[in-house]
């Protein structure tokens, strides 16, 4: 049964490992690529872990030491599962778990079609990974995030230290929820291609956020994000690409012209677009700064900066005579 299938699997990897591993490794360093695992092969290391038995058959060819240290030192892992069955058994790719805790120096972990549910020990990786890539494998961030017997309220809880960059597009997403926190020093995120109807209100602890694309969702507005849920709080972030999402009007996106770093956003296939003077009522968001940032890959010409300063002159022409009348209200 599946007993003397992880040994085949775990013989096979040891043997494999044994003889080329070391050479990958070498040859990693010097150009980085990724080694990729199946699941039933990580299932095999881990219950293989388990077993009280010797290590080696005693021809050193097939020491479990190989593929242990192999997984120790390796950098950049690819974990790919499948849809259905293994091979011609009846053991569904999705229903094998395994554990990550003998990768010691992972830098870069990408994972496709396989549940993320079915990873856990992840607290050596948690130290490591400076990168995430996620496609076909999650509908929760915290069946990623998270790991399942965690007690601890997640304000207490040990954060990604290094992680800069994740990429989980291509997902089920339906919400960014609060375990998204433990990724504070993310730099860029990807979250493209999935199921949001709006961002919620844990986005404001991504405080080194330059890059934010948000394409291919289903997200109506910024405003409410905004105001009351800490978006304002994004000061480093550059970049947000909204393509393909459902906003419709400039004044859906009016809080975005408070960000001081925000020079580029891209609104491209959105209804919004459909609006008579679209980029000059978008761009007038950004006050002073409207001729430095890019809407939809270009900057304002010559008549659109000219219309917008007049515009922003006659607004705040018409704040300061609503002042006057308002303290003439007051004096009274």
């Known amino acids: 049964g599946i007993f003397q299938e992880v ?3 775990v013989e096979d990897l040891s043997l494999k490992l044994g003889k080329s591993g070391e050479k990958w490794l070498q040859s990693a360093t010097k150009k980085p690529k990724y080694f990729e695992f199946t699941p039933v092969e990580l299932y095999a290391i881990t219950e293989r872990m388990k077993l009280a038995e010797p290590t080696t058959n005693g021809d050193g060819k097939t020491d479990v030491a190989n593929y242990v240290e192999f997984l120790h030192n390796v950098r950049n892992l690819k974990i790919r599962g499948a849809r259905g069955y293994v091979g011609t058994s009846n053991i569904i790719w999705n229903s094998l778990s395994f ?8 830098t870069a972990l990408w994972i496709s079609d396989f549940d993320v549910c079915m990873i856990h020990d992840l607290h050596s990786v948690r130290h490591t990974c400076k990168r ?9 961030l915290s069946d990623f995030l998270l790991e399942p017997d965690e007690m ?16 989980f597009s291509f997902n089920e997403l339906e919400e960014i929820d609060k375990s998204i926190s433990l990724l504070n020093l993310v730099r860029k995120m990807n ?20 890059e934010l694309n948000l394409s291919y969702n289903a997200i109506k507005s910024l405003d409410l994000w905004y105001t009351k849920l800490g978006l304002h709080k994004l000061y480093s972030l550059e970049v947000l690409d909204l393509t393909d999402n459902i906003v ?25 677009r459909q609006v ?3 980029r000059i009522k978008v761009l007038e968001h950004f006050g002073e700064r409207a001729t430095e940032v890019k809407l939809d890959s270009r900057k304002p010409d010559q008549r ?3 219309t917008i300063s007049v515009r922003l002159a006659l607004r705040k022409a018409r704040e300061e005579k609503e002042e006057q009348i308002r303290k003439r209200a007051g004096d009274q």
């Not at 601890?152 to 990429?167: G, M």
């Not at 979250?191 to 330059?210: A, E, F, P, V």
């Not at 400039?250 to 925000?262: A, E, Q, R, S």
């Open 132 to 140: 995430v890539v996620i496609h076909y494998s999650m509908k929760k």
């Open 248 to 272: 419709a009007s400039p004044d859906d996106i009016l809080t975005v012209g408070n960000l001081p770093c925000l020079d580029h956003i891209i609104l491209r296939g959105n209804p919004v």
């Open 191 to 210: 979250l493209s291609h999935n199921l949001l109807t709006s961002i919620g209100n844990h986005l404001q602890h991504l405080t080194m956020l330059t």
């Open 152 to 167: 601890l309220p997640i304000e207490n809880q040990e954060k990604w230290p290094f992680l800069e960059e994740i990429d």
């Open 304 to 306: 659109e900066a000219d």
């Open 7 to 9: 040994h085949a699997i």
């Open 99 to 106: 554990g990550l805790n003998l990768c010691k120096n992972i």
């Open 276 to 278: 008579i003077e679209y």
